[in-house]
């Protein structure tokens, strides 16, 4: 298939062209800008690179198009012709991220670019419906749920592995023993953007901030302990989280959740949730 050109290494001079993108649609975005906020756009600082492409006589100023490459693939804007430029240049190098996540038209269409070179998935989430809210919960938050300290770390760890194996199908243990991974969550605690009830020493209920820009920030990683599921930890506790966000920090609270998963959607919902997206994730 011919592949069309036009997909460029973004940096500071286009920084204004891409808060405009960013802030176009805050709450689907907020991954990208969250890490733009804080780390700029350098590549070295930033973990990835930013493509973009621009209608001609336009660079630096106006982007039709927007794209993040870093530990995942996070396409944020671009018609057909970008998505192709897209893949063209993420195919130039060997794959390098764990998934493309980001706004469901985005991914499926740059999938269908990538995946005869990339594929199979071991998984394709093509309906993540993408969640909002910027009230504060319409249900009673739990009180026991609060942030967690740097010296919690160990006790918090075991039910954020469990988390993740649980939902992505994966041990973020495998390759360097949770080195990473354990520094990931450590950075989180740090930040003071992971959140637990715990009883007896031992978590039942966890949630984190896992991107925070300046208008909104994504809850990832809701979790329950087994023996405590149905009732009604994950609402109240995701409602705490969500409040931390809306009342503490000013934001909007989002979190993308699977298509399946109908019981998380209506508690969602029930918190104050609305959907205002659709997300969708390839993992590898």
Not at 93 to 117: H, I, K, N, T, Y
Not at 148 to 170: K, Q, S, T
Not at 214 to 219: D, F, L, P, R, S
Request: aromatic share 8%; net charge positive; glycine share 12%.
């Amino acid at each position: 298939m011919l592949r069309l050109a036009g997909a460029r290494l973004l940096d500071e001079r286009d920084r204004m062209a891409v808060r405009a993108m960013l802030t176009a649609d805050p709450v689907s975005s907020c991954m990208v800008a969250s890490r733009i906020e804080t780390l700029g756009m350098d590549p070295w600082r930033l973990g990835g690179e930013l493509w973009g492409c621009e209608p001609r006589g336009f660079r630096g100023s106006r982007l039709d198009s927007l794209c993040f490459a870093g530990s995942n693939l996070i396409p944020l804007q671009g018609n057909r012709a970008a998505l192709r430029a897209f893949a063209d240049r993420a195919l130039r190098r060997r794959r390098m991220c764990s998934s493309v996540v980001g706004p469901a038209e985005q991914v499926l269409g740059l999938w269908e670019e990538l995946e005869l070179d990339w594929g199979p998935a071991r998984e394709v989430r093509a309906e993540q419906p993408l969640m909002s809210m910027d009230r504060p919960a319409a249900i009673t938050a739990d009180p026991l749920v609060r942030a967690v300290h740097p010296a919690e770390l160990d006790r918090y760890l075991p039910a954020a592995i469990a988390m993740f194996i649980e939902e992505v199908g994966v041990d973020p243990r495998t390759g360097d023993g949770g080195a990473s991974y354990r520094a990931r969550v450590a950075e989180l605690i740090a930040g003071g953007r992971a959140f637990a009830r715990f009883e007896g020493g031992e978590v039942v209920f966890k949630a984190e901030i896992g991107a925070l820009s300046n208008t909104v920030g994504q809850i990832q990683g809701v979790w329950v302990h087994p023996d405590r599921r149905g009732q009604g930890l994950g609402s109240s506790g995701t409602a705490a989280v969500a409040n931390r966000l809306v009342c503490g920090l000013g934001r909007t609270a989002s979190l993308y959740v699977n298509g399946y998963n109908v019981v998380a959607q209506a508690a969602y919902k029930r918190i104050g949730f609305a959907t205002t997206g659709q997300y969708a994730t390839v993992l590898f």
